[in-house]
């Protein structure tokens, strides 16, 4: 049970640090590409600008979902709930004890 408490923790944080790592790339492409535009096109600016912001916003919504999936998983854990069904339903094998075998002297 402690091992998958551990597990869930551990893909709780990759997904909270995948997330931030790709919006951070994903955000700084953009922005690279959007100063490159703006260089070569002063004239398209504010045109760039609208799309740039809402390109970012469709950029940045997915690592967000992964941040709430992330958080979700770290602190409700919704996987110890069917880990202690799956126990308790699970049968127990009972074993005999083993024949003790007295020696002659």
Known sequence: MESLIGLTAI???????FGALGAAIGIGILGGRFIEAIARQPELGPQLQTKFFVVMGLVDAVPMIAVGLGLFIIFSNPFIAQAKDAAASAPVAVSAPAATAEVAP
């Open 11 to 17: 893909a709780g944080a990759l997904l909270l640090a």
